[in-house]
């Protein structure tokens, strides 16, 4: 039975979360400023007052949680957990300021799938939208890449036992370096670096394709932000279709791939290790399941003659796919051709590729292919146990980051995450299907949220039952956080209500 | 610099994936062209 958590206890989980909320209060100075520069006033009071409010809130949190207690595994875990909801109800408040969404359930939507990395959206006028609103929406799936506690740890967190224990439950678990606050600004170094190229490219390519000076650097910078951190927000309603350029897809294409790899990976890479990108069970996983997929899709859309020839196939089929894998979510067809056009084939191996995802302690969502790696190598094990005499031993290996041996508390981890995961999304299908939607399309998006992907079918939308938004919200959620917090999450609240024992 | 060595390394693997995708897509084609009719 759980302990019930006592008075200081929520004292130290409302001060962290406080100090999360305050970080995310810092962050509306970016999209205040860009309204000012752009002379937006109206958005310049919305944000003005959604920063006062938020640091506010935030700075009450960490007054009124100031306790001796030291953090535990349950404090971290839950803070991640309520830290995420809570940021998720106050962030939405310049949204609902701007206008652009019917109901408040909608502003969270659209923060839980920004922080979430996920990009699906259900802003109404999205392109008439005013730039401070899009700098702020695509901020949010920039920081949500790295991770809204990254950003806490960064900058306000100093205790350093505590500030791991929040890392891990955040879904993030490698350490580049022996103090997470290095490692948390490891991962910022590495984001900003790729920010300033990411954004040139697309600014660049921009320019090549005839926007405006001011619109194609705006435009680099939201499309670096969405494509880096897998997150597919774009800021026309059309999405990535929107500028019809083959250089704009190829830019996104390297930009939400290299974001889809490890931070620890980047790390190695950028400190010299140069066979770590073709040894890492991650990268070896990803290639031969994009292959895979890809081949089994692609034929499939061939078979059917939806893309006749190689160019459409590879800017529509090809790309859908890589966007599905490495659960970004940016779009090269309108949502309503996968129903219409794609066929069943095709749309199992799409939702395949977004359950699957990029890779652990990434900007990706999905089970992650670090978790197919290991249970694919557990299966070799137990096949090569089972022919082995009784009495050879052997141990099984693989490379993630150094030579590693597969233990049973590995195997566990990855198997657990990846039931828990196919649970959610076998719920999710339930819930779409209970609201009306066919199977295929309950599926995909269920998918889509699951793996924080965004691709979608056409179920998102303003208009679908508010149930199924807050099911979706909470999928998101717990698929980002790949569960563990969340269930210490609910977990704790358990026993606040009374079904724990008194701490001694 | 190495961080430089690092960025080329990392675009040069996904633009390799893409090459890829884009065979891939040939073989598709081509093997598709081959079954029909």
Redesign the interface.
Known sequence: MNIRPDKEDLKLICSYTGKVLSGVGILLAVPLATALVCGEWSSAVDFFLSLCAILSVGGCMVLAGETKRRATWMHGMVTAGISWLVVMATAALPYWLSGQYIAYLDCMFDVMSGFTTTGLALIQNLDHTSNSLNMWRHLITFVGGQGVIVLALSFLVKDSSGGYKLYVGEGKDERLFPSVFHTARAIWKISLVYLAFGTLAFFLSGLAIGLPFWTAFLHGLWMYMSAWSTGGFAPMSQNLLYYHSGLFEITSFVFFVIGSFNFALHHAIWSGDRREMFRNIESVSFTVSLGTLTLLCCSSLMRAGVYPDIISLFRKGFFQIVSAHTTTGLMTIYPRQFALEWGDVALLGTIIAMLIGGSACSTAGGFKGLRVGILWKAIVQETRRMLKPGTASFTQSFHYLGEKSLGERQVRSAALIVILYLVTFGAATIAGTLCGYSLTEAAFESASVTGNVGLSIGVTSASMPAALKIVYILVMWAGRLEFMAVLATFGFLAALLGKGRKRR | M??L???L???G???A??L???A??????L??GS?KP
């Open positions: 190495s961080f060595y690092g960025i390394a990392e675009t693997w996904s633009l994936i893409l890829g995708g884009l891939l897509c040939c073989v598709c084609v093997v598709a079954l």
